[in-house]
């Protein structure tokens, strides 16, 4: 049984920078964010397999750094020059596919609220 623990997050104007943490337990190939905003369906952010390899929303390219430590165990999401567009409840996920639609553990969720 894999087991998320979500840090992070949190209120923030326009432009600026938050960072999200996830820890798991158990063994699992792929990380990834979701985010969910109000009256919308959840979308998938970033993700990074155990090899490093990173895929990215469009919504986010060249804004947003999904990273990993050494051991796998926690994964990052670093939000930078954000939107009030990026508002939304994020979910740290987890799977043994590097798909959008093959995440099976899921975390509690974080806030990020933009204002502009």
């Known amino acids: 049984q894999v087991q998320l623990v979500e840090s992070g997050g949190g209120s923030v104007q326009a432009g600026g920078s938050l960072r999200l943490s996830c820890a798991a337990s158990?063994?699992?190939?792929?990380m990834g964010w979701f985010r969910q905003a109000p009256g919308k369906e959840r979308e998938g952010v970033a993700n990074?397999?155990?090899?490093?390899?990173?895929t990215y929303a469009d919504s986010v390219k060249d804004r947003f750094t999904i990273s990993q430590d050494n051991a796998g165990s926690t994964m990052y999401l670093q939000m930078n020059r954000l939107k009030p567009e990026d508002t939304a409840t994020y979910y740290c996920?987890?799977?043994?596919?590097?798909?959008?639609?093959?995440?099976?553990?899921w975390g509690q969720g974080r806030q990020v609220t933009v204002s502009s």
């Open positions: 996920a987890a799977g043994f596919q590097c798909r959008w639609e093959s995440f099976d553990y």
């Open positions: 158990g063994y699992i190939y792929c």
């Open positions: 990074i397999d155990k090899f490093h390899r990173t």
